[in-house]
């Protein structure tokens, strides 16, 4: 079975000159660096939106959290301790929706490197 490394290895000793440049130059991102990308371009404000509201419902619900740890009846432990689970399971989900968006932006990057290798490969012709 190949692995991955062999796979680039392989690719990149196939790869001569321009083409060897427009793969590296569109080389695979770190998981941080995908993740920071999601907030600059044309939809970067809906997840600087998202984190505002992530961070909120997060601080409250350990707010609430910190208030249900130090509750001396029921009633109040109760109500304080169902919202801070509602809250930070919804800040939880909240971050866990901006997933399906790097995954894609993942997949377009490599089809736009097939592009651009493709479209070198049929000038060098």
Same mark, same amino acid.
């Given at each position: ?12 000793? #196939? ?21 920071? *990308? =999601?907030?600059?371009?044309? @939809? ?34 109760? *109500? ?10 919804? #800040? ?8 399906? =968006?790097?995954? #894609? ?6 089809? *736009?490197? @097939? =592009?651009? @290798?493709?479209? #070198?490969?049929?000038?060098? =012709?």
């Amino acid at each position: 079975m190949t692995h991955k490394n062999d796979l680039d290895k392989m690719i990149k000793a #196939a790869l001569t000159g321009h083409d060897l440049e427009i793969l590296d130059g569109t080389e695979e991102l770190g998981w941080f660096a995908l993740g920071l *990308k =999601q907030f600059t371009g044309k @939809l970067g404000w809906v997840t600087w939106v998202l984190m505002v509201v992530q961070t909120t419902m997060f601080i409250a619900g350990a707010y609430l959290g910190i208030k249900f740890l130090n509750a001396n009846e029921l009633l109040p432990a109760v *109500k304080t301790g169902i919202g801070s689970a509602v809250l930070l399971l919804m #800040a939880t989900q909240i971050k866990l929706s901006l997933m399906p =968006q790097m995954q #894609a932006d993942r997949v377009i990057r490599e089809v *736009k490197r @097939l =592009q651009l @290798l493709v479209a #070198a490969h049929q000038e060098s =012709q």
